[in-house]
T-cell receptor
């Protein structure tokens, strides 16, 4: 079993829809949680970064962490065609070198 | 803004060649990483470094080595390139010490023929 599981999709939704992207994990030592967006043939860019449980909002993006269920989510409101990309979740422990463990990524397409 | 710069966007090398991929970051980050990304396999960690001249193996270090002589620069070396090393290579850096968020370069698409 992988430490981090993420449905690879693809996921296709109409413009303006609310998008929900999710990851589950098995390592209870994970304390840092991140979401990255990666456009085709580019490097991933950091979207959201949260520590421990709770919600964080940045514009149209909301990240949620539920440590009791080992489940994290990214919500995109009023989705735009420019949001079409692959979204990767990533997690890290507090101790050690704080290497990131990535999900496989979900390919998202927003249709105009 | 953090900037992580990889020396090449696209590279074509022959089997058996020694290949150097260079990465430079400009934010005085402690940690630097090399990943490869393949369809269906996601990002896999090859090597990372948490200090100058310090390195640790990641999940798939076989066939690779690294060098970090200066804090800002982290090099990935393919000792003898093989076709199964054809991939997208991504360099990243993170601040370290309670700040694990990583910033990535634009990637190097390496093709070994």
């Amino acid at each position: 079993q992988k430490e981090v599981e993420q449905d690879p999709g693809p996921l296709s939704v109409p413009e303006g829809a609310i998008v929900s992207l999710n990851c589950t994990y098995s390592n209870s030592a994970f304390q840092y949680f991140m979401w990255y967006r990666q456009y085709s043939r580019k490097g991933p860019e950091l979207l959201m970064y949260t520590y421990s449980s709770g919600n964080k909002e940045d514009g149209r993006f909301t990240a949620q962490v539920d440590k009791s269920s080992k489940y994290i989510s990214l919500f995109i409101r009023d989705s735009q065609p420019s949001d079409s990309a692959t979204y990767l979740c990533a997690m890290s422990e507090i101790q050690g070198a704080q290497k990131l463990v990535f999900g496989q990524g979900t390919r998202l397409t927003i249709n105009p | 803004d953090v900037k992580v710069t990889q020396s090449s966007r696209y590279l074509v090398k022959r089997t058996g060649e020694k290949v150097f991929l260079e990465c430079v970051q400009d934010m005085d980050h402690e940690n630097m990483f090399w990943y490869r990304q393949d369809p269906g396999l996601g990002l896999r960690l090859i090597y990372f470094s948490y200090d100058v001249k310090m390195k640790e193996k990641g999940d798939i270090p076989e066939g690779y080595s690294v060098s970090r002589e200066k804090k800002e620069r982290f090099s990935l070396i393919l000792e003898s390139a093989s076709t199964n090393q054809t991939s997208m290579y991504l360099c990243a850096s993170s601040p370290g010490t309670g700040r694990p968020e990583a910033f990535f370069g634009q990637g190097t698409r390496l093709t070994v023929v």
